[in-house]
């Protein structure tokens, strides 16, 4: 399950879109940390899923400034 699906992302704002970003990222940092320091992940899927929505969103970004 996609947590930004492209349809959504194109009805965002480019501001919208880079905080959207920048959430993502963040929270991948806070799940890779808590692996390393011996946790789990609570959904191991979520960190994969959370980088493709990245790129949908680098992506989507990319086609708006050519």
Known sequence: MA???A??????SDKELKEK???LRKEIIEEKGQIEIGGFADNPG???EMRKTIARIKTILNERSN
């Open 3 to 5: 947590i930004l699906k």
């Open 7 to 12: 349809e959504e992302a194109r009805d965002l």
């Open 21 to 23: 970003m920048n959430d």
């Open 46 to 48: 979520r960190i994969s």
